[in-house]
């Protein structure tokens, strides 16, 4: 098994450039060659998620004041290790 700690693992541009996502695990190449992948990102400012039509997308705040997600107009808070 190969160990990679986070601090070691390349940033990679989201798909919208308008952040960095750090792959942990997937089953294929990035960008678009995996059906699944786990990947951390650091969100410090107001910033649009990239666009991955039919790709069902779950979201974990692991630390923080928690993130506010706008979906469809309606707001939803992500508090710390929510998901």
Partial sequence: MIVQRALER?????????GVQYEITADGPLPDGW??????ADITTDVAFSSFPGVDRFFCVGT???VVLTID???HRC?????
């Fill in 10 to 18: 390349p940033g990679v541009p989201w798909r919208n450039g308008l």
């Fill in 35 to 40: 059906g699944w992948r786990l990947s951390t």
């Fill in 64 to 66: 923080g004041n928690g």
């Fill in 79 to 83: 508090e710390p290790r929510s998901v």
């Fill in 73 to 75: 107009g309606v707001d």
